[in-house]
Each structure stands twice: as structure tokens, then as C-alpha cells.
């Protein structure tokens, strides 16, 4: 690899052991972007800045976003082809540098003029993916978000002379939906997706993981992941990047308080480099630049007070489980063609790769995950034609009803706001 | 010709939430409705497909980003244009709005533009239920078309 990028040198001049701490925003007007990076930038820790694109942008409605810009209407993020790469530039000159990078955050399956749009602004660091970003929103075929991506993917790998050097893309797959998920799942959707990205030219790489309901789960899904990403992604430069809670946020500044430092101490366990942050506001509205930066005080001060504890026995328990489920779940897939491109449509089409509760035409729909309501795991009900064999099918005691479903939904507002969790 | 309750359930054009429209789901099935779910993102013109198609006893729209009420009300006024309310009363629930406390001058500006029912706010699955039973379990079931 020849010259690596900025995110990609700041991720290395951080200490091994810290833990690199981000926020997931984003504002529509220019001069709030740039103040809420600044604030950003001046935390007092290991920190990336975060440019969240806005959703007329993501479906790539950009007459829709120019026309909100032009009549300076506040939309949900950054629209950053509306505002265009000349503009964007002059917002991150004198912010961003190589002590302080930028990743753009968007949620598109057909993402190529954001990609386009976020290079000639000189940010190297991007995220999502051809699966991740196409089943959970919205009605894009797979197939069409699986050779968009491969388009974007190929231009984002380019290498682009006289500039920042190698670009860093993130798989989003460990994040799929939020919740109710069986984390193997997640894993193994995370490695297909790395895969993808090194496959099209991309070698500076992070896959992702989204905290769930049970932290030695969670630890256990970071161990299996980490794994597996050493085994399989040979040749690229890699981490892991964790993510607090992204299901039904607590409602209580203690409650938010307590699932963002327990998100940083899983992390922390469980071997990620780095966090993306939720919000004490999250439960209401989008929120400030001081919500997000206090929210990352508060992940930083529970990373540092870790230390370095080793991944207690059963999170080693649930790591081995995991780590075997997901490996089937990657070979299956894989095997159905010589280029992970196909592959991944072939993996879903057959029910190899099976997502729960996405109600997408292009997912099967079949297999179902459940959360035991005592111990807080995600475990499967139905593995529908998923490539796994539960050796002792786990099955709940009562069906999925709509109440059961919400009470499971609303598991860790409960917990949190009730006070119900132990420091660990 | 069998008698049957069919429900249409749908999200708005630009919002790509789902955990609402699979809780739903599961509600009105449990109530003996047969569901469509067409799921997040549902174009319009899609939308007025369906309910020409399949005339079902209610359609159900259901958001909770917080952008809806704008995309609620073109598209009431949609299916007004295109007679479909005739056929199918049209019921919306979620939250519309970002801002709290609008719930009730967004519920009656919605009532104003056509929806039968408008359900925002804390109880509104309560709310729901209740019309349920009340306008549609009391209206007679349709008949299939062949």
C-alpha cells in the first residue's frame, strides 16, 4: 500500500489501548456543521469528527435537497451534494487536518455521487455498504444497490495523486436494523462486507458491530469478530468499530448516561478501536453540538476506566458459539460464487443469509431471532434456510405477540431508565 | 367468494422505519385482520395500486421519523384525487412531527385534509384499538373479488 490516508494515519498514531470516540452528526446549515465539528475537534480525548448526510440526499433526491437549501429549509443531516464539494471544502478548511479527521455518514444504497462528492471535498473516510445500506431503508433492489456499490466502492479505491493517499471505508453490516438480531449474523454480514470492499480495491478497512442486549453477548460478538476479521481480511489494514445502543433509547439522563458507558467498556473488552456515540437527547430529538460532545465525555471517561480487563468466561462462551455460527454463514455465502458480489445476492436469495424482521422483497424473512427476556440474549427461534443447526433449538416459552414484541423492543429503555444494570 | 378483512399497511414515501410497521403487523393480525405490509418508503403511486387493486376495509399509514406530516398530507390528498377514499378510509398514526406538543393541531389540520382517524402521542395504539372496534369491526366484511 503505498501512501495511507488521514483517518487512516490518525487511527495509527493512536495508542493501541485508547479508544477512539465519535459522534454521528450531522446539521444541514453550513456554519452549524463547521461549529458542531469544531466542538468536535476541540473534545479533550481520542476523537473523529462525523459529517451525517441527510435523507433526501441518501435517496439520492437532490433536486428535492437543493431546493431545501435554497430556501433554507433544516433537513435531518448534511446535504452534501446540494451544497457541493467546493463549499464543503471551505466548511472543513481549518478544521479538519491530520490531528482531526472526518468520516462522512449516509445510509445510501446507490451512493456514487456522495462518494464523488465527499472526495472532491478531500474527506478519505467513508462508510455502509451494499447489503447494510440497501435492505434495512427503502425498496432498491439488492442487485441494484449490490453493482452501485461496487461502482462507488472501485472509484473510492482509486488512487488519487497529490492528495491524502488510501481512503478508509467501514462496513456497516454489524449494525443491521439496530436490534433483535442474533449477533453471528451481524458478524458474518460484517465480513462479507469487508470482503466486498477489498475485493473492489479497498484495503483500509473497519467492520462494525452494534451494542445489544446483554454485554457478555456483546463482548463475546466483538471477540468472534476479531477473530474471524484476522483470519479472513489478509492483506488489509483493519479495526473494529463498536456502536452504542441503536434500538429504543432510555428516556433519563441517567439511563442514557449508563448504556453509553457500558457501550464504551464492551468496546473497550471486546477489542474495538472505536465508538460511535449516541446522545442523552436521543430518545426526543436530533441532537446539539454539547449533547454530542458531553455524550463523548462520558464514553472516554468509561473507555479510560476499563483499564485492561480480559473478556470474562462467558463472553468467551458466547464468542465460540458465535464465531462457528458466523463462520458457516461466510463459507455457505462465499461458496455460491467465485466474487463476493454474486455471492452475496445468490447468499440471500437461498436463504443463506436471512435477515430478521427486514421486510425487504429481497430478503427471505424466514429465520427469526428472539430475546430471552431473563438473561437478555439474542438467540434464534427459526434459523428458516440459514446454513445453521441449533444443536438444542432454544425456543421461547411464549410466542411472538405484538406486546411480547414491543416489551422485547423496549428491553433495554426498561432496563436503563429503571436502573436495572450492574457496572461491569 | 370467502369474506375477508384485508388491511393495507404502508410508511410514508421517505421514511425507512420498520420496527413500527412489523408491531403493527402483528397487532391487527392478532385481531384476525389479514395484512399487507408494503413496508418503508412506499411510493405513492404504488400505494394507490394496491388499494385499487385490493380494496381493503382500511388502509393503515403509519411514520415515526418525525417528517411526516407534509408527506401525510399530499398523500391524502392523492388518494382523494384519485377517489380512492370511496373505497378504503385511510387511518395514520406515528409521530409527525419533531416538535412535542403539536399533536393535536397536526391531528386536526390531518381529519381536515380527509384521514378517518389520526392517532399521535402517548395512547395512540390505545386510541387505535378502540376505532378499530368501534368503525370497523362494525362495518360489514367485504366480499372478494374474483
Known amino acids: 500500500m ?33 461549529a458542531g465539528l469544531v466542538a468536535v475537534r476541540d473534545f479533550k480525548g481520542w476523537r473523529v469528527g462525523t459529517m451525517t448526510i441527510d435523507s433526501l440526499t441518501r435517496q439520492r433526491k437532490f433536486a428535492e435537497s437543493m431546493k431545501a437549501v435554497a430556501e433554507n429549509r433544516t433537513l435531518n443531516g448534511y446535504p452534501i451534494v446540494a451544497h457541493g464539494s467546493q463549499a464543503t471544502r471551505r466548511l472543513l478548511k481549518g478544521v479538519a487536518n491530520d490531528d482531526f479527521p472526518v468520516q462522512v455518514r449516509h445510509g445510501s444504497p446507490q451512493p456514487q455521487e456522495i462518494f464523488e462528492s465527499s472526495a472532491a471535498a478531500g474527506i478519505d473516510a467513508i462508510e455502509g455498504g451494499p447489503v447494510s445500506y440497501c435492505l434495512p431503508y427503502g425498496r432498491v433492489a439488492l442487485k441494484a444497490s449490490v453493482s452501485a456499490w461496487a461502482r462507488a466502492v472501485s472509484f473510492w479505491a482509486e ?79 483493519w479495526h473494529l468499530v463498536f456502536y452504542t445502543w441503536m434500538g429504543v433509547f432510555p428516556r433519563t439522563v441517567d439511563g ?40 463523548l465525555g462520558w464514553a472516554s471517561a468509561a473507555a479510560k476506566n476499563v483499564g485492561t480487563l480480559k473478556p470474562p468466561p462467558a463472553a468467551m462462551e458466547h464468542a465460540e458459539q458465535i464465531y462457528r455460527e458466523a463462520s458457516r454463514l461466510i463459507d455457505a455465502t462465499a461458496d455460491l460464487d467465485s466474487s463476493i458480489a454474486p455471492a452475496l445476492i445468490k447468499g440471500f436469495q437461498r436463504g443463506y443469509l436471512d435477515l430478521p424482521f427486514c421486510i425487504h422483497a429481497d430478503n427471505r424473512n424466514r429465520a427469526r431471532g428472539y430475546l430471552d427476556p431473563c438473561s437478555g440474549t439474542i438467540e434464534w427461534e427459526t434459523t428458516g434456510n440459514l446454513p445453521i443447526s441449533l444443536k438444542m433449538p432454544r425456543r421461547p416459552t411464549t410466542k411472538l405477540t405484538s406486546s411480547s414484541f414491543l416489551t422485547s423492543l423496549n428491553f433495554n429503555r426498561t432496563r436503563y431508565d429503571g436502573g436495572y444494570y450492574g457496572r461491569f | ?86 373505497i378504503s378510509p385511510v387511518a395514520i398514526g406515528g409521530k409527525l412531527s419533531t416538535r412535542s406538543g403539536d399533536e393535536s393541531a397536526i391531528a386536526a389540520r390531518l381529519m381536515r385534509a380527509g384521514f378517518a382517524g389520526v392517532f399521535l402521542g402517548t395512547n395512540s395504539i390505545d386510541a387505535f384499538d378502540e376505532y378499530l372496534t368501534r368503525k370497523i369491526v362494525a362495518s360489514p366484511a367485504r366480499t372478494q373479488a374474483a
Open chain 1, 2 to 34: 503505498s501512501r495511507s490516508g488521514r483517518f487512516h494515519r490518525y487511527l495509527e498514531s493512536v495508542p493501541q489501548n485508547a479508544l477512539i470516540v465519535q459522534p454521528r452528526m450531522g446539521f444541514s446549515d453550513i456554519r452549524q456543521m463547521r
Open chain 1, 159 to 237: 488512487d488519487h495523486r497529490g492528495e491524502e493517499g488510501h481512503r478508509h471505508i467501514e462496513s456497516f453490516a454489524g449494525c443491521m436494523l439496530g436490534q433483535m438480531c442474533p449477533p453471528s449474523l451481524l458478524v458474518a454480514l460484517s465480513v462479507l462486507e469487508g470482503l466486498f470492499f477489498f475485493q473492489y480495491g479497498c484495503a483500509s478497512i473497519s467492520l462494525s458491530l452494534s451494542q445489544g442486549t446483554n454485554t457478555e453477548q456483546d463482548i463475546g460478538a466483538l471477540v468472534a469478530l476479531r477473530r474471524l476479521a484476522t483470519e479472513r481480511l489478509r492483506g488489509v489494514s
Open chain 1, 256 to 295: 442514557a448516561r449508563a448504556i453509553i458507558g457500558d457501550s464504551a467498556r464492551i468496546a473497550k473488552i471486546g477489542g474495538a478501536r472505536r465508538l460511535v456515540v449516541k446522545t442523552a437527547a436521543e430518545a426526543f430529538n436530533i441532537p446539539t453540538k454539547e449533547e454530542n460532545v458531553q455524550a
Open chain 2, 1 to 86: 367468494m370467502a369474506a375477508f378483512r384485508k388491511i393495507i399497511l404502508s410508511g410514508l414515501p421517505s421514511d425507512s422505519h420498520t420496527w413500527n410497521l412489523i408491531f403493527l403487523q402483528l397487532f391487527l393480525e392478532e385481531k384476525g385482520y389479514s395484512v399487507h405490509n408494503l413496508g418503508a418508503c412506499v411510493p405513492t403511486r404504488e400505494l394507490l395500486g394496491a388499494i385499487v387493486e385490493e380494496r381493503p376495509v382500511l388502509v393503515v399509514i403509519s411514520s415515526i421519523n418525525g417528517h411526516g406530516f407534509d408527506e401525510a398530507l399530499s398523500l391524502i390528498q392523492a388518494i382523494k384525487t384519485s377517489r380512492l377514499s370511496a
